[in-house]
C-alpha cells in the first residue's frame, strides 16, 4: 500500500484532512474515524492518522472528492470546539499509531538513570542558564582506550564509517578517522586546523575593500519558513517515527547542535540572497562543527565562538559583520518555533540528498533530527532563543581569536595611511599645475 501525500487544517469547529489521491475509485473508498484515530483506505492508498485532538462525525462533517485537485478533503467536527490542535504539520508523529512504540533497532541512547524519565519524549524542561554552564569534557574510559573507536551523529549513535568511507568523509568532513578521536581530540584539531585557514589578508580584503553590503543588507524572510511544501511533506511521511530517550546533558547538546547546524544553513542563504549554489552542500557542511568535526557542545558560548571561528576561516566571505547578521537570522528562526527549525533541515536534508556523497551527513544527523524537532518542547525553543540572545550580545571578537581586535585596528591605520598618501599626491600635484 501506498502512503499518499497528505495535509491536516483545522478551524475553530473543525479539522480539515486533504490527501491527495489520484486514480482511485470513489466508490471503493473507505474512511474511518475514532476519536483521534483517523483511516483512509482507497486502492492503492493507506493512510492513517493518530491526531493530537479528539474528533467525531458531526452535523459540519463532510468527505468529498475534488476532481480537479485529483484530492479528498475530509472534514471532522472537534469533539471540543475551540480547541487548538497542536503540530499539525508534524506529519511524521501523526503517522505512528497510537500506543504503538516509535521504531528503532536500538536505544537511540542508554538510560542512565530510569528515575529521571517521565515516560514522555521530551524529558526535561532546561532553564535558560543551563545554557551556558561550563562542563569538563569527559574522560576517555580505559575501555574506550583500549578499543580506540569513538562515537558521532546524532545522539552519539553512530561509529565505524571511518573503514568503511574513509574516501566519502574526507569529502564532507574534515576529519577521516572519527572512529579513533575523542571530542577532546576533535576540538584540538578543529581549533589547530582553522588557525592555520584564518587569513589576515582574506580577512583585511573582505573587511576593507570587497563590496558585501547586498549580503549584509539581505532581509531574512519569515515567511518562507512557516510553511511546508508538498515535497516536504513527502519527505517527512517517508521519515521512520522513533522513540528518543536522553538525559539532560544530552538534550542540551541536541539543541545547541541544532543552532550550530542552522547558522551553517542560514549563512549560505545569506551570501546567496535567499537561494542555494552548486556549493551550498559544502558551505552548509564546512561551517557547522557538528558536521564538520562531528562535535558537541555543552554550552552556548562555545557553540557560538565554533560559528564564528568557522565563518572567518572556511569560507568565501570572512566577515565579522556578516558572521553577526547570520547568528541573529539563527536567533530568529529558533524564535519563530519548531516549525520554521524543521523547515531549515528539510531545506539541508534535500541539499545533501542530491550530491553524493553528502548524503552521509542526512544519515549521520539531519535524518534523524528532523524526526526528533517534531517531537520537541515549545518551552525549550523558548528558553534557547533568549539563551542565543543573550549570548550573542555579549560576544566580544577578543574571545574569537585570530587577534580580530588588532587586526581590525592595523587594517584601518593601513587605509587611513593610503588615504593619506593619496590626498597628499592630489593636494601635489594641483600644487605643481
Known sequence: MLTPRFEVNQTEISIIIT???PYTNIQK??????EDDVRFYSAPYYLRLTLPGKVKEGPNSSAEYLADRKSYVITLDKIVPGEVFPNLNMLTVM???KGQKASSSKPVIELISSSSYDDSSESFEIAGDEWFIEQKMEEVLPTQKLLQQYSYGFGTNHNGLGTKYEVELAEVTEI???????FLQRSVLQEETENHKFSDDHYFQDLMVTDLSSILNYKLKLSTFQELTKLDRDQLKNFVNQEFIFDKKEQIRLYLGVVDIIFAFLYDLRINEGKSC?????????????????QVFDNMDDMIRSGIRRSLSCPLYRHWDLSMKVLWDTHKIISTGNLAILKCFLSVHKLFKCKDPFYLLN??????????????STENWNSLAAGLQKSIINVKKENIGFDLYYLEIAAKSTMD????EEMSEQISGIMIG
Open 19 to 21: 490527501i491527495l489521491a
Open 29 to 34: 473508498t473507505e474512511i474511518q474515524v475514532l
Open 95 to 97: 503517522l505512528q499509531p
Open 176 to 182: 577521516s578517522n572519527p572512529d579513533c578521536l575523542s
Open 278 to 294: 552548486v556549493e551550498s552542500q559544502w558551505n552548509i557542511s564546512r561551517l557547522s562543527s557538528t558536521l564538520c568535526y562531528f
Open 363 to 376: 544519515q549521520l544527523y539531519i535524518n534523524e533530527y528532523c524526526v526528533w524537532i517534531q517531537h520537541s
Open 417 to 420: 595611511e593610503a588615504m593619506e
